[in-house]
């Protein structure tokens, strides 16, 4: 177990809490002891960093901000020092036409839900299913380019998403395998969810970037994930810990796994049960 937390980072949607719903009572009670005792707290998203994230504490009720973000998959930082002092670089236009045009027979054969993240770019395709889910939850307004490769293309951005069938995910992960491995990687954030992202971009990347910034060793950062796109963070923590519903990829590389799931508040027990009572924080 870990000796000395300085840092806790922690994924969103099914680590935290469950897609659209609010942190659980024993996490908010967790995170009011861990900040009292100086221990910076951070999100770690797939998300791109945006008001709605700088502002999640509030959401969520808490009566403190986050000390740090990681967002879209460690492509984007931000932290209190230093605010907003690191980005990816955007996928130019003609190359999100080259993805595309590429990725279109399966697309267009299987209805695949395609959207976009970062730059402003809001383009979509096949707005059905999580997609739409997601559109609802979070009050996004996405652009219908269906079957309009030109059109979708119009701005720059960050990562492509693909929503659709295990099956059909596991033909996109084979494409971008044969034609894009060079600079991209797929990545799963969700069951029937894959992103393309640039090859070097992960949540454990930008962890250690906000650790090197703010002088904080890794072997005093605690970690929790669930899904594929948490592997890195957990992997590069001094401790790393995955949900008890997470994946097996995360289970197989975490260090250990909460006992209660997401939706029963599994972090906030798990800081309470093996950190804050053990050292009498409480």
Not at 95 to 116: A, H, R
Request: aromatic share 10%.
């Amino acid at each position: 177990m870990i000796q000395n937390i300085r840092a806790a980072a922690a994924d969103i949607d099914m680590t935290l809490t469950a897609k659209g719903a609010g942190l659980p009572e024993v996490t908010m009670e967790a995170f009011r002891i861990l900040h009292a005792h100086g221990v910076k707290l951070g999100l770690a998203t797939g998300r791109e960093l945006d008001n709605r994230l700088y502002d999640q504490w509030k959401t969520w009720n808490m009566e403190f901000p986050f000390d740090f973000l990681i967002g879209m998959n460690g492509g984007m930082l931000w932290d209190e020092a230093h605010g907003n002092f690191w980005n990816m670089d955007l996928i130019p236009e003609e190359e999100m036409k080259k993805i595309l045009y590429d990725m279109m027979p399966i697309i267009e054969k299987y209805e695949v839900s395609v959207n976009v993240e970062g730059g402003g770019n809001h383009a979509a395709m096949h707005i059905k299913g999580e997609l739409f889910a997601s559109m609802i939850r979070h009050g996004w307004k996405f652009d219908d380019y269906t079957g309009d490769v030109e059109g979708f293309c119009q701005k720059p951005c960050y990562k492509f998403l693909f929503r659709t069938t295990p099956d059909v995910e596991q033909m996109i992960r084979q494409r971008i395998a044969e034609k894009w491995s060079d600079r991209y990687q797929a990545v799963g954030t969700f069951p029937g969810t894959v992103e393309m992202i640039a090859k070097e971009i992960n949540k454990g990347a930008g962890l250690e970037k906000y650790a090197a910034i703010n002088d904080i060793d890794m072997k005093d950062i605690i970690s929790f994930g669930d899904n594929e796109n948490d592997n890195s963070l957990l992997q590069v923590s001094g401790w790393g810990v995955c949900l008890a519903d997470g994946g097996q990829s995360t289970k197989d590389c975490a260090d250990d796994i909460t006992e209660q799931s997401c939706e029963e508040g599994g972090v906030g027990h798990y800081l309470m049960d093996r950190w804050i009572i053990p050292n009498g924080w409480c």
